[in-house]
């Protein structure tokens, strides 16, 4: 391969969320008490108001303005004693503000490091205007020639997030380029634009795929040689 872009995915690849759960914020259970909730309710519910995370929000503001109503939604339903915008709000806090909601693998920052003396590197992800805050915070945006995070385009992977990114950067060819995703459907999509593709499984979850699975940031180099 004649490869002189990398393109990353943010979640399942450079990073994963501190409790497990992207909408389980860090201090979550500091915040409501679980004693009082029933989990598999919470959870249900979590799935279930996902559609009020738009892809809207250009600044953390409105991001923030966004989770403290899908979290009210959510603790409304699961009917949380005393439920009230207060609590709404300083979970929406967490969400948004709260920059250890996201632990980087331990292999990110060097792999990152490795890669953009040779390439450039970019990233494609879904997500809210904080993630851009996090990536600087942590030291990794350096890396990055530039960063594409859904909701800063009204739009998504799913969706056409793919052609503003090539209108942007129109000297990236998806030929001379590989991207790397945790998820078999966006890889679907990324292959129909002609990129070469990698399906990061850090979980080895999988067995066989129709694309070349990975399963750390080491394997990127291996890949290259």
């Not at 948004?96 to 909601?101: A, I, L, M, S």
């Not at 399906?199 to 080895?204: E, G, P, S, V, Y």
Request: proline residues 3%.
């Amino acid at each position: 391969m004649n490869i002189k872009n990398i393109i990353f995915d943010i979640g399942g690849v450079l990073a994963n969320p501190k409790s497990g759960h992207w909408f389980i914020t860090p201090n979550f259970y500091n915040i409501i008490d679980i004693n009082l909730i029933d989990e598999e309710k919470l959870n249900n519910s979590l799935k279930k108001h996902l559609y009020l995370q738009t892809q809207k929000p250009k600044t953390e503001l409105e991001e923030h303005e966004m989770f403290s109503k899908y979290y009210s939604h959510v603790l409304k339903e699961i009917n949380y004693p005393n439920a009230n915008k207060d609590i709404a709000n300083k979970i929406a806090d967490d969400c948004v503000y709260n920059d250890d909601k996201f632990i980087f693998y331990d292999d990110t920052k060097s792999i990152l490091k490795r890669l953009s003396k040779k390439y450039d590197l970019y990233i494609i992800s879904n997500g809210w205007p904080s993630s851009f805050r996090v990536l600087k915070n942590r030291g990794l945006d350096i890396y990055f020639k530039d960063i594409f995070i859904s909701s800063m385009y009204t739009t998504s992977k799913e969706e056409n997030l793919f052609d503003v990114f090539l209108n942007q950067c129109k000297n990236v060819n998806p030929k001379e380029s590989l991207f790397i995703d945790d998820r078999r459907h966006i890889l679907d999509k990324a292959k129909k634009y002609g990129f070469n593709l990698l399906l990061m499984d850090r979980k080895k979850t999988y067995t066989e795929s129709q694309f070349k699975i990975i399963n750390n940031m080491n394997d990127i180099l291996e890949v290259l040689k």
